[in-house]
């Protein structure tokens, strides 16, 4: 994974894979972000396991990687247009990123602000079973990281 080229040293990046619990994150980072006078920088990772239906091949037509992370950014702003709606002075931007979501979110935190993450709750051997996303950007991210508990 490439590190993002843009400067983001007081941007607030959070993750958001369509759960409940990722918007809960997104609110707490909007938040946070608007406290601070910070821009928002919400991502979403993909692959072609998890891709929305449609968004590699539509009608016959395969879309590159680049197409479909733009598919799957305008798809990640309708999930969390309505939260970003309700905190009209924070400036929010959107990006999809082919790759697991640890490596994604860890690549996106290099020179960030913070690093914001919503979790599932799982804990103890479903945990470890699973992997966890937050558990590896904790260990491996290259900003501070805000796990923020399903409420």
Known sequence: MSTPAADLSDTIVVGHDGSRHADEAVEYALR????????VLVIRAWTIDTAPHGTLVSEGYVSSFDEGSAKVARILEHDVGAIAAAHPGVRSTYRARFGQPASVMIADSVGALMLVLGTRGRGGFAS??????????????????????PT
């Open 32 to 39: 946070l972000a608007q406290r601070l006078g910070s821009p």
């Open 128 to 149: 470890l079973v699973l992997g966890s996303v937050s558990e590896q950007c904790i260990r491996h991210a290259r900003c501070p990281v805000l796990v923020v508990r």
